[in-house]
């Protein structure tokens, strides 16, 4: 494919990347992102502007416990679908996706309750990959307990669910 007098390669919703030498990480790819992220902890700015932070966390099978320091960093608002605003750090990190090398400008967050460690939006994506969401590369499928739970109720009597979960609430 040719986009721009460029080789695009066709990517699906989600797909490996190599960040920082660790490789075969699970990434979302979310085209209603604007912006990327990683999954990072134990962030910190000391007395002399540097910022360190370590990728994902012990509870990661991707955390290796090195710390990394950076000098070349910036700092960003995030607005959420929902309207909650954060600040968030945000620093370059080089990235393989699919056998491509690019250069990728990451919010470090807590990823750690999401089903990907790393989000892919679109500003890293435009111009080098187009994405068929009929594809997914991680084979990650995951279904929320919450989900399971809330459906088991509503299966059991589905007037009770309805009076005490949807009308109760408007009330």
Known sequence: MCLNNQTTDIIGSSEF???????????KIDTGADSSSVWASHINVDQNGILSFQLFDKKSPFYTGETLKRKDYKVAVIRSATGHEQIRYRTHFSTVIKGRKIKVLYNLSDRSKNNYPVLIGRRTITNKFLV???LNHTGIKKVSTQTHRVQARFEKNPYEFHQKYVKGKGE
């Open 17 to 27: 990347v190599e960040i920082a030498g660790i490789k075969h990480i699970p990434a």
């Open 132 to 134: 068929d969401v009929s």
